[in-house]
């Protein structure tokens, strides 16, 4: 009898676990689904209100205006399903977690964002005028190679050039000779000479150097033998002349000019950039003020 009413007495105990394992399990499930999600929730918005938000009084009535209208939006629901009034904090703490934390950083986004845009205008006008700057560096070496490829291919013919084009210069301009005169012979005769070939214009020439004494003492014929001489050096030297390379020189020198007020205006924009930058990094280590 005893192993008997043992039996059944744990038979019964065995029972009664069962039916409250049944009974409580989905109110423990219920409540685990509840509480785990809400502790670790609740964790991360308090984080948030004290190492990465300071709350002004802007904010803080905002989020209890919040809390309030999340209030009703409960109560409302209750009211239309007809459930337990227990179920208004559920919903309203319930989104009040969910989305708070999202609210609070689409706020602090705008409170970064003029620092933000700032920083972006001053690294996209330090690129553009490194690139500038590039470019300028890019035009200057080109120069630099067209004008020591000229100075050494074709100095002693520029100097000898511009020896002709003086002295013809000066025949024109000399004392007791009509200078309207000889101006407008200079010009017929350049006119016949561009319509001579490089072989005509040689034994033009030559003709003229066989005939050495007579040349140095009739003007026009002196003048004839230095257009020739400047018009096959300009051929030989594909017309560039010494006052083209003053032009290139001067051109060289107004983009090192310019080149070296950008190198002022760059130092200058990435102190700019710098300090955009360190605004931001500055709300790395302390609070954001909301409100």
């Not at 423990?28 to 009084?57: C, E, N």
């Not at 291919?153 to 002295?167: E, F, K, P, T, V």
Request: proline share 2%.
């Amino acid at each position: 009898m005893d192993d008997l009413g043992g039996f059944i007495v744990g038979l019964l105990f065995f029972f009664l676990v069962v039916y409250t394992i049944i009974t409580i399990l989905p109110y423990l499930l219920l409540a685990a689904a509840v509480i785990v999600p809400s502790f670790f929730l609740i964790r991360h918005l308090v984080r948030q209100l004290r190492d990465r938000y300071t709350l002004g009084f802007e904010a803080k009535t905002a989020l209890v205006t919040y809390a309030a209208f999340l209030g009703l939006i409960g109560a409302l629901i209750v009211y239309q399903y007809d459930l337990s009034w227990f179920w208004i904090p559920a919903i309203a703490i319930s989104v009040f977690l969910v989305t708070t934390p999202g609210i609070l950083g689409l706020w602090a986004d705008s409170v970064l964002r003029p620092s933000r845009i700032a920083h972006q205008e001053a690294e996209g006008t330090l690129n553009q005028i490194q690139a500038e700057l590039a470019r300028l560096t890019d035009q200057m070496d080109t120069v630099r190679r067209e004008i020591q490829d000229v100075e050494s291919r074709y100095a002693d013919q520029i100097r000898l050039r511009d020896a002709w084009s003086a002295n013809v210069d000066a025949l024109c301009l000399a004392s007791g000779q009509d200078h309207r005169f000889m101006l407008v012979a200079r010009g017929k005769i350049e006119k016949r000479i561009a319509l001579l070939s490089i072989e005509e214009m040689r034994k033009r020439l030559n003709e003229f150097v066989t005939r050495t004494e007579k040349v140095k003492t009739e003007s026009m014929d002196y003048m004839e033998t230095g257009l020739l001489q400047i018009a096959l050096l300009d051929h030989q030297t594909k017309g560039v002349t010494q006052d083209l390379m003053k032009a290139r020189k001067g051109n060289l020198q107004s983009l090192e000019q310019k080149a070296e007020r950008l190198h002022d205006v760059l130092t200058k924009q990435k102190q700019e950039a710098a300090r955009t930058q360190e605004i931001l990094n500055g709300y790395n280590n302390r609070k954001i003020v909301l409100g």
